[in-house]
């Protein structure tokens, strides 16, 4: 998808791992939007959530009614990154999943973006889409992906609870999970050339993403697919776990 030079594709990064640049989270969601930027006319903008003062959703359901559309709280920086979330093209969601779901400081954030969804009704999820609610102001070819990495042999069962959470927010079908089982190991105590390749992967995979708006099953099962068996990756966390336990570094 060639876009016309004077007008950019606008992506949005938003990280939520608290290791902020560090992140092999969001090192790899670097090769995913690097492959975006090789299709197309792109101007992108990375976002530390830790970084943020976000304060916590207090529950009033205002911006469901008395001020619909928005919420109460204007003194911390929700407003500007609702903004920037509403204006941009690609939002890329990047963080960890540590105890089987999104972390802290991302479900906080997640919280604030209640005004952005229609007022509940009472209307019960349709059972193909899996929406409890429709964005208020949707835009027209904007495209949501999540990219989520974590320490688990097999990702399929562990992520589960998240793409839950998500399905009821957006639609089954209204947004992109790459789930990255094994990133730390990959990362670390992988060879040079599997990593390489796995970035690589992810490049093609965000090349896909901005032709078509979405992943096919094949390549969505490639690049989250666990780089380690089973055995070898016991082995490797056994052996990390011994070290941290020694006294070893903690990365």
Not at 20 to 43: W, Y
Not at 56 to 79: F, H, N, Y
């Amino acid at each position: 998808m060639q876009m016309p030079e004077n007008n950019p594709r606008k992506i949005l990064v938003i990280n939520g791992s608290p290791k902020r640049e560090s992140s092999f989270t969001l090192n790899v969601t670097k090769a995913f939007v690097g492959g975006m930027e090789l299709e197309g006319q792109c101007v992108t903008e990375y976002i530390n959530i830790p970084d943020l003062d976000i304060r916590p959703c207090r529950g009033c359901l205002s911006c469901w009614a008395r001020t619909a559309g928005e919420c109460v709280i204007k003194d911390d920086q929700m407003p500007m990154l609702k903004e920037k979330i509403e204006n941009a093209d690609f939002v890329i969601e990047s963080y960890p999943l540590y105890f089987f779901g999104m972390p802290g400081i991302v479900k906080i954030f997640t919280d604030r973006l209640l005004g952005m969804l229609a007022t509940y009704n009472g209307k019960m999820a349709d059972a193909d889409d899996g929406a409890a609610h429709r964005l208020r102001n949707p835009k027209e070819g904007q495209r949501l992906a999540v990219i989520s990495s974590c320490g688990f042999s097999e990702g399929s069962d562990v992520f589960e609870p998240l793409k839950a959470q998500y399905d009821l927010i957006l639609g089954k079908n209204n947004y992109t999970m790459i789930c990255c089982p094994q990133l730390k190991a990959l990362i670390e105590a992988g060879s040079e050339q599997r990593v390489a390749a796995y970035m690589k992967k992810m490049e093609n995979a965000g090349r896909m993403f901005m032709r078509q708006g979405f992943l096919d099953s094949e390549t969505a099962a490639e690049v989250s697919k666990p780089p380690f068996l089973p055995k070898a990756y016991r082995a490797l966390v056994e052996k990390f776990w011994q070290d941290q336990e020694t006294g070893g570094k903690n990365n």
